[in-house]
């Protein structure tokens, strides 16, 4: 089960456990952090949609593992037009490692997200990112948890999907919401979910849209309903990382 007591897909629950298993940090990192709002405006300003394009070797949602050098990926994912590259650093079941963010962060320019499930604040500490992500669904105190991330400077991106879950990630102070289009419960995805959400966030508030987002229609769709960037993952990893981030960027 998660923090609010409900069921999640055996996956799922399996990922929490390691992850509220995993040790932190022993000091404080501090991040000196790339600006995503600042990467966003300049992808607009050059005529590009805002992709975050993820190094994902793999997941419990996609078959077979791709193991390519992170910082190469990386690399050729900004030379499609990537605004900025999210890294798993989950090891058990995404394949993901911190070295790999580490490789990462120094091969490109643009801002790097760790994409963890982070659940305690010495967790934060394991590595330098200028992202960190946060699920509502997974952590007991959000406020705290937002607040010990932007102590050490870094951009925490806080991933919902319910309006209960946007409700708590805006009271806790988060500048950058993720909107899941996939159900940890079933690990279904509906773009509805981005749909029914964007209406109620802020627009002073970064606003992402994830999972599900597959062709040149969903970006577009997940533009118009008030996507600021669009977090990509198998659609960029499956093929030509360049072209399809080119492809999506352009649409």
């Known amino acids: 089960m998660?923090?609010?007591g409900e069921e999640l897909a055996p996956a799922v629950r399996s990922i929490l456990t390691a992850a509220r298993e995993r040790a932190g940090g022993d000091e404080h990192v501090s991040v000196t952090p790339r600006s995503l709002t600042?990467?966003?405006?300049?992808a607009e300003a050059d005529g590009r949609v805002p992709v975050i394009a993820e190094v994902k070797p793999t997941s419990p949602t996609t078959e077979g593992q791709r193991d390519d050098d992170p910082a190469e990926l990386a690399r050729a994912m900004v030379a499609g037009g990537a605004t900025a590259i999210s890294v798993l650093t989950e090891p058990e079941h995404f394949g993901g490692s911190i070295a790999a963010l580490t490789q990462v962060r120094n091969a490109v320019d643009v801002p790097v997200l760790r994409k963890d499930f982070i659940v305690t604040e010495s967790q934060l500490d394991l590595v330098e990112s200028d992202l960190?992500?946060?699920i509502a669904r997974f952590v007991d105190d959000l406020e705290h948890l937002v607040a010990a991330a932007k102590r050490r400077g870094f951009q925490p991106l806080v991933e919902v999907h319910t309006r209960d879950e946007l409700d708590r990630a805006l009271?806790?102070?988060a500048e950058i919401v993720g909107v899941n289009n996939r159900d940890l419960g079933r690990l279904e995805v509906d773009l509805d979910t981005f749909e029914s959400l964007a209406p109620h966030v802020p627009d002073d508030v970064t606003l992402i849209a994830e999972s599900g987002?597959?062709?040149?229609?969903d970006v577009q769709r997940m533009r118009s309903a008030g996507a600021d960037a669009l977090l990509i993952g198998s659609a960029i990893m499956d093929g030509d990382v360049t072209e399809n981030v080119r492809r999506l960027t352009r649409a």
């Open 2 to 4: 998660d923090s609010n």
């Open 171 to 173: 009271d806790a102070g």
């Open 38 to 42: 600042d990467a966003i405006a300049a």
């Open 132 to 134: 960190v992500l946060l």
């Open 213 to 217: 987002i597959a062709s040149t229609d």
